[in-house]
């Protein structure tokens, strides 16, 4: 891998835990009528990136903290990893804003897909954490298996 690769989509060089429990969301879409993970992620990012007034009020830092304890207690790891990957995004959604936000020294942050996934994950969950989250994620044995057919 270039490190210039790895610098422009640092979400694009998945670990086979992050593939797997990526896998249970992408596979979702197969399973259940009219579930799309990118969508499904989006709509929860506008959650608590999507209202301005909650975003003055309270700031980044407590979103990215509410996001991550949701992310933990409902095994999302997977969606958040889709959302760090650009490949995973399509540029029709990818460059929408969710929110500008005006920072307090008056500069302005386009909160997107991608970005808000990396974040979250570089400076909330943390690398070191992410293969445990990985492997709590309800089916990830099945397509952890498949990935490793020989650890069966």
């Known amino acids: 891998m270039e490190f210039a690769s790895f610098l422009h989509n640092p979400g694009g060089y998945p670990t086979k835990e992050e593939t797997a429990a990526m896998l249970v969301f992408k596979r979702k879409e197969r399973f259940i009528w009219d579930y799309d993970a990118v969508s499904s992620l989006r709509e929860l990012l506008v959650k608590y990136f999507g209202d301005m007034d909650e975003l003055n009020k309270f700031g980044l830092v407590k979103q990215f903290k509410a996001l991550k304890l949701l992310v933990e207690e409902h095994n999302l790891i997977g969606l958040i990893l889709i959302g760090a990957d650009i490949n995973n995004v399509p540029d029709k959604i990818q460059y929408v804003n969710i929110q500008k936000y005006a920072t307090n020294t008056g500069g302005l942050i ?20 992410i293969e445990n989250l990985c492997r709590e994620t309800p089916n990830f044995d099945i397509y952890y298996g498949n990935l490793h057919p020989s650890k069966n």
């Open 110 to 129: 386009d909160l997107k897909i991608t970005p808000i996934c990396q974040r979250l994950i570089t400076d909330y969950i943390k690398k070191e954490n």
